[in-house]
């Protein structure tokens, strides 16, 4: 008989989690004003919010957090951490950073202006966010297919390269700072880039004269996707797919919250020195000096092992096959989610769900609303809410897709947990037609309003 899959990991240290009843979760939602970023841990019982700092670090990791040299200059741990990014990555230059989007800030202060145009695959909204907020605009050019969930396409976080040439014809190349390509591409649904397209974009890119950037938070899932999906890759290490992959861009920005399992860090990696001597200014600005960035020594050593820890296969394999069961299990159910199911997280098509609720509603929210009721599973709304309004006309910008994501912490949570989380959204399956209203804004933020958006129900 063929041996079941096991995890690659035992359990050393545990925290526990606390149930609640309905009423419980009723009274807390209300006095949350309807956004679950207003709960406190303990009224979640299985936090599916992110897959962003929440991950499990392994006991080499802990060590390196012993380990770690907080000197002001020149620390060891920044070192160790400079050569696992030359080794993993083949960057010369880079520069630490308290988390990914500190990182867009720092590289975009230095390179994006005003009236600038920055194409991309459906960039993430920290990410679009730093780019509106310089008064630059940014383009989607992700393939079409990624915004069909029955599409099985294996690789939809693709660029298309028609979308995309027609960005560098229609601007000239001065407006057009670089190209971002986010691997895996979180806003589709934690979907991978092939390396030939990652190819194909980088030599259209240059021929344009146009750099590359790779937003990389979760890069080591996009190599494992091209292990099992891409022909030529299926024998290669992820190590070897990674620098196979970097191959094709000029500099990365990195949330290492995620692929490099830490709860906080990130850096921006270059091969220009030119650009590196424009974006320390800033780093030192905002985030450091050079050779800490935001970071404590230890905090660096443990990033130094996360990204050695991130790129085995065994590791990926366990981590990715967990969201395949609980994805499996929702297939099953006739729940309709983004296929083939992404890396980090399950996206729930929440138009089809709840086709009954008015998208000026807010149909994604509401079912994460009505989740967390069932059973205290926290997801995320990453539809009309996320997407702000245009910050021209100041109207609701209704996003191709309107998700709920359930991102799995790395290493945290094991399928009994997966089987609860299924359970809970099949009952809200069940009784979908009877949820016909939604909710309305009674206070948001300018810019990023998700985070802080109160509401009233409908
Ligand atoms: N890029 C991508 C693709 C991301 O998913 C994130 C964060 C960032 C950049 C910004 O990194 O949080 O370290 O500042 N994504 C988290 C999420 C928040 O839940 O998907 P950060």
Redesign the pocket.
Known sequence: MKLPFAESYKIKVVEPLYKSTRQDREQWLKEARYNIFNLRSHQVFIDLL?D?GTGAMSQFQWAEIMKGDESYAGAESYFKLKEAIKDIFGFEYFLPTH???AAENVLFSALVKEGDVVPGNAH?D??KGHIEFRKAEAVDCTIDEAYDTDTNHPFKGNLDLDKLEAVYKKYPKEKIPFVVV?VTC?TSGGQPVSIENLKQVYELSHQYGIKVLF?S?RFAENAYFIKLREKGYENKTIREIVADMFKYTDMMTM?S?KDAIVNMG?FIGMRDEEIFDKAKTFNIMFEGFITYGGMSGRDMAALAQGLYEGTEFDFLETRIKQTEYLGNQLIDYGIPIQKPIGGHAIFVDADKFLPNVPKAQYQAQTLTLELYLEAGVRAVEIGTILADRDPVTRENRYPKLEFMRM?IPRRVYTNNHMDVVATALKNVYDRRNKITTGYKIIKEAPIMRHFSVELEKI
């Open positions: 992110t962003s988390q990914g989007r993430f920290t990410t986010t979180n937003d938070a949330s919250k990130g991102a």
